[in-house]
């Protein structure tokens, strides 16, 4: 089971970037064992290429949030390595490169909206008029321009979640990394959301690192998805989604929809339990 | 995207309810009327126990005196307390930047704040000049609790922010500047609360101690000098006046706090029922 099959699923013709497009980031045999002693990686081999919306679906425990603390740069791995080729200036990454949008909105309660969204140009000291317009952009964009002086405390769930992916779009990143980021949103927020994320995605054209534990979110939103299996978190198998965008509520009532879950739910049951 | 789901806004005044004034102010009554009739119906002598009367006369005869001494001691207790917030929080920065420096430190800090005051006012007394040790005083009883509380403040940071600024490469003084300081302002502002309280008892306490030494002129000292001249109406009136001026204190920076927090903290915002 540490093999990596790859499944496609035959599927009309695709809008997806070709397999041969640049790579944004590289895993080689990245092994993270932390402090305690658990072994929450084991000999990921994973490259992203641009333009990619790639799902990491797994069960809880399986890593697959560590994997994508490591490509942000929080923590380094224990063995093996990341190479990182999307970086905008020179080789070496910087905090303008990633944007990063966590399960919880993680939003900053003392500053309002614009505040929030400013402070990854505030961080990199980029000049307040270039970064003010930048961020009135981006609020337009998810659709919060009229919220922008309201405080985090006085916006619905679904709304801060609309903050916190507008903070990480403003730097522009050329990846963008999502940790279960709708998990903790009801349903129709949650519908609601990955339309928008997708819209958002066909217009940016960044690339997209989704951590998810839903079947139907992974199948929905991207054209691959990394199954993973628990204890230690390793790649299981990598399916292909073909069905075309742009997707929307049509595509979650198809038949390919079905049969797609259906193929995913089964790679992530035999992950879970072990057997190929 | 659109902006479907509706904003629950919830913010409110200060919250003041009219039993909240009428009910304590109607106690008050009550008491100086018992007050005032025990010490009729007894005929206790004003030299053991002052009618109200007696006391509200003596306020406004000795007005100028007292109202002097209160300004003497009010000083201390702020200048008392702008040291110990300056002391505070400057030793919890310190503390949240140096684990070697906090723990070298913090078992002191926690000394000085749990040996009692009362105690440790005659021997600053010794050491230091009057006006100073009085100050000193006030700065030892009330840093503490401004201490503790920026320290948990500092402490108590959303871990996912720290990783978010961690990402965007945030030197240390960015991420104290922009995160910690204002994550930990809630709990700064709490500590002040108290230690508004404890400035004054600080100074009461080595007025007190110093009263015997002569040159002091502040409430407490009236307290003592009136308590040897045994003049008591006089004793109650400064006493009086002290409690007004704690509860003045506690009220303003209850307002401070509230006007500092009221747009985004959870402790300045209504519930919804």
């Not at chain 1, 990394?177 to 959301?193: G, H, V």
């Not at chain 1, 990955?194 to 995605?201: A, G, H, I, S, V």
């Not at chain 1, 991207?222 to 075309?244: C, H, K, L, Q, W």
């Not at chain 2, 104290?176 to 709990?187: D, E, S, T």
Request: with cysteine.
């Amino acid at each position: 089971m540490t093999g990596t099959r790859s499944k496609t699923i035959a599927m009309p013709p695709t809008n997806a970037p070709p397999a041969t497009s640049a790579p944004v980031v590289t895993l080689h045999g990245v092994t993270k064992r932390f402090a305690n002693g658990t072994l929450a990686l084991d000999q990921i081999d994973l490259t992203i290429r641009s333009g990619e919306f790639v799902s990491l679906l797994g069960p809880s425990g399986c890593g697959k949030s560590t994997a994508l603390r490591l490509i942000a740069g929080l923590g380094e791995p224990t063995r093996g390595g990341i190479t990182w080729s999307g970086a905008r200036s020179g080789r070496r990454r910087n905090g303008l490169d990633v944007g990063f949008v966590f399960q919880e909105p993680t939003l900053m309660p003392w500053a309002t909206v614009f505040r929030n969204v400013m402070l990854p140009l505030a961080l990199e000291g980029v000049d307040h008029g270039v970064a003010t317009q930048r961020v009135s952009q981006v609020l337009e964009r998810v659709g919060l321009t009229s919220f922008r002086d309201a405080y985090p405390r006085e916006l619905s769930g679904g709304m801060k979640m609309r903050v916190s992916i507008a903070r990480a779009l403003v730097t522009d990143p050329p990846l963008l990394l999502m940790d279960e980021p709708f998990a903790a949103l009801d349903e129709i927020t949650r519908f609601k959301l990955n339309n928008d994320l997708l819209e958002l995605w066909r217009a940016v054209g960044h690339t997209v690192i989704f951590v998810t534990h839903s079947v139907f979110e992974s199948v929905y939103l991207s054209n691959r998805i990394v199954v993973m299996t628990p204890r230690p978190g390793r790649v299981f198998t990598e399916i292909n989604v073909d069905a075309p965008y742009p997707r929307d509520d049509s595509f979650r009532t198809s038949a390919e929809y079905a049969r797609c879950c259906r193929v995913a739910s089964q790679a992530l049951s035999c992950a879970t339990e072990g057997v190929p | 995207m659109s902006s479907a789901d509706a904003p629950p806004v919830a913010t409110r005044g200060l919250g003041i309810e009219w039993p909240r004034i009428v009910l304590p102010i109607a106690t008050l009554a009550l008491g100086i009327l018992i007050w005032d009739l025990v010490v009729r119906i007894k005929d206790i002598p004003p030299f053991i126990l002052p009618g109200p009367g007696l006391v509200a006369a003596t306020l406004v005869s000795d007005w100028a005196l007292l109202w002097d001494s209160l300004l003497v001691t009010l000083a201390t207790t702020f200048d008392g307390l702008a040291l110990a917030l300056a002391g505070g929080v400057g030793l919890a920065i310190l503390f949240n930047q140096s684990r070697l420096i906090e723990h070298s430190l913090y078992p002191y800090a926690v000394i000085l704040q749990v040996t009692p005051a009362v105690a440790v006012a005659p021997l600053l007394l010794v050491y230091l000049p009057q006006q100073a040790a009085v100050l000193a005083c006030a700065w030892i009883v009330a840093f503490f609790p401004i201490l503790a509380n920026t320290t948990l403040g500092l402490n108590s940071v959303d871990r996912n922010l720290v990783n978010l600024f961690e990402i965007y490469g945030a030197s240390r003084v960015k991420v104290l500047l922009r995160l910690k300081l204002p994550a930990a302002l809630p709990y700064m502002l709490g500590g002040l609360r108290i230690a508004g309280g404890l400035s004054l008892i600080g100074a009461v306490v080595a007025e007190i101690a110093a009263g015997s030494a002569g040159a002091g002129s502040g409430l407490a000292y009236r307290i003592a000098e009136s308590s040897y001249r045994l003049n008591i109406p006089r004793m109650f009136a400064a006493l009086i006046l002290l409690s007004i001026a704690g509860i003045a204190i506690f009220l303003a920076l209850s307002l401070l706090s509230y006007l500092v927090l009221r747009r985004w903290h959870e402790s300045a915002l209504a519930s919804e029922r």
